[in-house]
């Protein structure tokens, strides 16, 4: 299966699944970024680790990612973690070893990122509250 067709069937699976269902649960992990077309806010659920007073995780499809597309235009967020909102700014880390940050996250989303992901980038975000 060409990497395109496998990214189109995981795209289409988070958006009309899991997404809708792990967006209901109160202390599911999320990001809001503002969209850049729309300047309406955009939840995304995934997965990632604080440290400290940031926030790091692992996009799978990087630059393809609606969400990362948003952060380059805007990279004011809010992540929400534990049930609470925190305000940031995102930084895309294109020379952080992808692979390497997956080995510190959390290993259940971790997982998923490393089996369906396939343009993968590390992103940090510096909580300002």
């Excluded at 009309?16 to 792990?22: E, F, K, L, P, S």
């Excluded at 109160?26 to 955009?42: A, V």
């Excluded at 997956?102 to 089996?115: A, E, K």
């Amino acid at each position: 299966m060409s990497d395109d067709l496998r990214d189109r069937i995981t795209k289409l699976f988070q958006k009309n699944v899991a997404n809708r269902v792990t967006r209901l649960l109160p202390f599911q992990t999320m990001l809001e970024t503002t969209g850049r077309k729309t300047g309406e806010s955009r939840r995304t659920p995934l997965g990632g680790s604080r440290v400290g007073d940031e926030f790091w995780f692992v996009s799978e499809f990087g630059e393809k990612s609606h969400y990362i597309r948003n952060i380059k235009a805007n990279p004011n967020v809010r992540v929400r973690l534990n049930g609470r909102w925190h305000n940031g700014v995102a930084h895309l880390m294109p020379d952080d070893d992808p692979h390497e940050r997956l080995r510190s996250l959390p290993q259940f989303n971790s997982m998923g990122v490393r089996t369906f992901g396939t343009n993968l980038l590390t992103v940090r975000v510096d909580l300002t509250d």
